[in-house]
């Protein structure tokens, strides 16, 4: 057990190791061995930062939090999230009456660029809030259909912070609302490379799938190289609402003509 | 509410057309008092800014290298069913959302395609994607969370095997009883048949003492025909058969016919050993046991006298 919760030592590095770092550094790769390799042996030796194998440069950060009122699956997924994807951060609950722009002085404040920000209303309906933080294209969505991590059906496992792999239908490079979401959601959901908090490995995967002019995430765990997967969790499903130029505000660039709200 | 509206306040379809203008221009002149009038919005029209969308877009796009995305879109893999025309693929693409098997289905085949397009890809730019055995890191769910999902897995299992288990005993147990009865049947068979027999000596109708050799002439018998056969061949009991016949499907009808041409042209019931008086041979006791008729003994009697 003990074994299994060991965390890696990324950054923080004991000082007696540092010389034997060095020192594999400094070897010339002079032998036309794969990357994997030498991340495989020195994972042998000694639990490895393959940070310092590359620097991180995107630099992506995300912020995800909620409103008040939020239920416990909502709670619950938002922590999934935040465990999935190593390159957010969290802050505190945010009281609906102030306005939404002020999330993005939050933002700021946490010099954070991307945004998933959960609005419950009437304790019932979950909204998601998916914005890139100072200028750019902001989204709002009705979540149904939430499953979480914690579900006993979702059978599948993954890193703590591994990488994921991105899987589109191929109805989002039709429409141009799509396209936009696309991008949205890949700049969001894509672990940076040589993130300090990430594990090199890429074991799991992402869909999004767009059907019944909803979009439908799913979480796989890749087992075998031939292509064989479980589920991990969570799941949900996202209900395009509108598309703004903004961030949080803005004139709207598309309405989701299907969208029926859960009030009416 | 009772101002008199310009032209007519009936509600006449052939006139409504014209009325409706009327009272447009009216109301827009200011005209018409609110109440009865309805100002009604045209449809909403849901916004779609395609330029501004694809501004947008491109404004936003980042030009990362694909290993830092690590995105693809692609189909879902085409699903292996046997010879089927091109059309007839194009036509599965249409998934049913309601259909929550083909819905999941259709989302793991586009995973799957996905990670085969990819692949060879990460091979190629170094990137690992297998954990080696001795990688321990922390996990996304808990060991005790892997356990529950475990133990909750081969509780499922084991109730399912139970179910399994329990039909098969079910069924032989159908089996076993019928089994049952056909041994109980066939013991009852052969005691009656030996009584029979021995009853047969007894009386002097046969003076040979084959049946306590065992089952050979039944076994001759019976080695064409299983129990099964035996039962089936001889059908309903004769008594059976004639009650079928008095009481069965409805029972008699009334003053049916019965001398009729299918009745006297029915031989069933000819038995041809008993028309020709080659009936059962009873042997007697050296033949002095055959006691003659009355009218013959009276011949006697008086022959003799």
Redesign the interface.
């Known amino acids: 057990m003990a074994a299994t919760k060991r965390k890696r030592r990324g950054g923080l590095a004991v000082p007696a190791k540092r010389p034997r770092k060095s020192g594999k550094d400094a070897r010339p790769p002079a032998k036309p061995r794969d990357k994997a390799e030498e991340a495989e042996e020195e994972d042998r030796n000694r639990i490895p930062g393959p940070v310092c194998k590359g620097k991180w440069k995107n630099k992506e950060r995300i912020l995800i939090f909620s409103s008040r009122g939020i239920n416990f699956r909502t709670r619950h997924l938002m922590q999934d999230l935040r465990m999935l994807m190593p390159h957010s951060k969290a802050d505190t609950k945010m009281d609906r009456k102030d306005k939404l722009f002020v999330i993005n002085e939050v933002c700021e404040m946490k010099n954070c660029n991307k945004c998933i920000y959960f609005e419950a209303k009437k304790k019932q309906d979950l909204y998601m809030w998916l914005s890139n933080s100072p200028h750019g294209p902001s989204a709002k969505f009705l979540v149904q259909n939430i499953h979480t991590l914690a579900e006993l059906k979702m059978t599948g496992n993954c890193l703590k912070g591994s990488r994921p792999l991105l899987s589109f239908d191929p109805a989002f490079d039709e429409l141009p609302h799509y396209a936009l979401l696309k991008e949205l959601l890949i700049q969001i959901f894509s672990t940076p490379r040589y993130h300090p908090k990430s594990q090199p490995f890429v074991d799991h995967v992402f869909t999004f799938t767009v059907l019944d002019n909803r979009i439908w995430f799913r979480n796989f765990q890749i087992i075998e190289e031939d292509a064989a997967l479980v589920e991990i969790g969570p799941r949900f499903v996202l209900n395009l609402i509108k598309i703004f130029q903004g961030s949080f505000g803005g004139p709207t660039l598309y309405e989701n003509p299907h969208y029926q709200s859960p009030n009416m | 509410m009772d101002t008199p509206l310009p032209s007519g306040s009936d509600s006449d379809s052939e006139e409504s057309l014209v009325t409706d203008r009327e009272l447009q221009d009216a109301f827009s002149r200011g005209l018409l008092k609110p109440g009865l009038n309805v100002v009604l919005e045209g449809p909403k029209k849901?916004?779609?800014?395609?330029n501004?969308?694809?501004q947008?877009?491109a404004?936003?796009?980042?030009d990362?290298e694909w290993?830092?995305?690590?995105?693809?879109?692609?189909?879902p893999v085409p699903e292996i069913s046997g010879p089927q025309s091109t059309p007839q693929n194009k036509d599965q693409k249409a998934?049913d959302?309601e259909d929550d098997f083909q819905?999941e289905m259709?989302?793991?085949r586009?995973?799957?395609?996905?990670?085969?397009a990819?692949?060879p890809r990460?091979h190629q730019l170094?990137?690992?994607?297998?954990?080696?055995t001795?990688?321990?890191?922390?996990?996304?769910?808990s060991?005790q969370?892997?356990q529950?999902?475990r133990q909750?897995?081969q509780a499922k299992q084991a109730t399912m095997e139970k179910s399994e288990k329990a039909k098969q005993l079910r069924a032989l147990r159908k089996y076993g009883k019928k089994v049952q009865t056909e041994v109980l049947q066939k013991r009852q068979r052969e005691k009656a048949h030996m009584m029979n027999a021995i009853k047969k000596y007894q009386k002097g109708f046969s003076d040979k003492l084959d049946f306590l050799d065992g089952d050979q002439k039944p076994v001759a018998r019976g080695s064409k025909e299983g129990a099964k056969g035996q039962q089936t061949k001889k059908g309903p009991n004769a008594k059976r058969r004639y009650k079928n016949q008095k009481f069965g499907f409805g029972g008699k009808k009334k003053g049916s016919k019965w001398n009729t041409r299918e009745s006297y042209d029915d031989v069933s019931s000819f038995r041809a050993k008993k028309a020709h008086g080659k009936g059962l041979k009873r042997p007697g006791k050296k033949g002095s046991n055959k006691r003659p008729g009355k009218q013959t003994r009276e011949k006697m009697k008086s022959r003799a006298r």
């Not at chain 2, 170094?126 to 080696?132: E, I, L, N």
């Open positions: 849901a916004v779609n800014d395609v501004g969308l694809k947008c877009l404004e936003f796009k980042r990362l290993v830092e995305r690590l995105d693809v879109t692609l189909g998934v959302p819905r259709s989302f793991y586009q995973a799957q395609a996905a990670v085969l990819v692949l990460l170094k990137v690992p994607t297998k954990r080696p001795d990688y321990f890191a922390e996990m996304a769910k060991d969370q892997m529950k999902i909750k897995l």
